[in-house]
């Protein structure tokens, strides 16, 4: 809701308390196609300009590192949220970034280094007349299928072929950044999509519910001492927690160092989906006894499948590695 007059539209985000929040990238993209304006003239001379401004630090990074971090700053006090809502001043802005996985995961393994979408969301979006926006779920390097249409997610204009950020210079919600084509249109072919793919999908999205409606999510700790306290409910006080459950949900750090706080998000599902957990339930504190299955109890395929697929997994490409700028007030030079 705006609180005082602003020189800019205070347009509403869309999706605001739902899973398909609209994300801070796709919403200032938004916001400049509204002002006729490219996306890098409000970024640049309105966002990152009162971020730095009355400091000595010169604006020099690359549009790709700051696409990331206009999504993941909301780990901690973003700068680039502050001004986005005092342009527009607008508030809660915080919920269109991924503030509430802080305890959990590093912003640059589960945001997607270029931008992704759903083609027929798209065009289900433009012939029913309703806004088209960039959903925050899209950012998540984790997610390949649409948890509507159950379709792979495009990463490359049908057009040009191309694949960009999603704070590219020139980007509007639906087209392409590099030839301004319409991506609401797939490409001719297309692999199948895998039921793995598909619990995933719907996995991230009840984790997205989970983050508008509880904000930040529990911190290992806590996760670490109800676990403790359902293996010692339902197996005895004498059972140790780590024969009940995979070493990727239960984090003990003095074995597992830091290894278990770089593990990409498609482990942490993979390895819950095996269980028969609930991933977001486990983050908000929650599991269920319906399904569960010990660690005891996977078979040898299932242990070798999980290791395989992690080891997949850690060779894909990550976003750049967040940086947490701290600029030196003083005169600007």
């Not at 901690?76 to 915080?94: F, G, K, M, N, W």
């Not at 395929?301 to 997994?313: H, I």
Request: aromatic share 10%; proline share 6%.
């Amino acid at each position: 809701m705006a609180t005082k007059t602003s020189k800019y539209y205070s347009l509403p985000p869309v999706g605001i308390g739902t899973p398909w929040v609209e994300s801070l990238n796709g919403y200032l993209s938004r916001l400049a196609e509204a002002h006729c304006v490219p996306t890098a003239v409000l970024v640049n001379q309105e966002v990152s300009w009162r971020v730095f401004r009355g400091s000595t630090t010169k604006l020099s990074y690359p549009r790709s590192l700051i696409a990331v971090e206009m999504i993941a700053w909301g780990f901690s006090e973003s700068p680039y949220v502050r001004a986005a809502e005092e342009i527009t001043q607008i508030l809660d802005l915080h919920r269109l970034t991924l503030q509430g996985l802080v305890n959990v995961f590093r912003p640059h393994l589960i945001i997607r280094r270029t931008k992704a979408w759903c083609p027929e969301c798209y065009a289900s979006w433009r012939c029913s007349g309703v806004t088209i926006y960039e959903p925050l779920i899209w950012e998540i390097s984790a997610l390949q299928v649409c948890p509507v249409h159950g379709c792979l997610l495009a990463d490359a204009c049908p057009t040009c072929g191309g694949s960009f950020h999603s704070l590219s210079p020139y980007i509007r919600p639906g087209y392409c950044a590099r030839c301004g084509s319409w991506l609401g249109r797939n490409k001719a072919i297309q692999r199948g999509v895998t039921d793995r793919e598909i619990c995933h999908a719907q996995e991230i999205l009840a984790i997205m519910k989970v983050l508008q409606e509880d904000g930040l999510l529990a911190e290992s700790k806590a996760r670490r001492d109800f676990l403790s306290d359902f293996v010692s409910a339902h197996y005895g006080y004498d059972c140790d927690p780590r024969e009940i459950f995979h070493p990727y949900v239960f984090p003990w750090r003095e074995e597992l160092g830091r290894h278990i706080r770089n593990d990409r998000l498609q482990a942490k599902l993979e390895v819950c989906r095996i269980h028969g957990l609930s991933l977001s339930q486990l983050l908000r504190g929650r599991v269920q006894t319906q399904g569960f299955r010990p660690w005891s109890l996977w078979t040898e395929r299932e242990r070798q499948d999980f290791y395989y697929y992690r080891q997949e997994v850690e060779m894909l490409p990550a976003s750049k590695p967040v940086r947490v700028y701290r600029p030196e007030r003083g005169v600007a030079t």
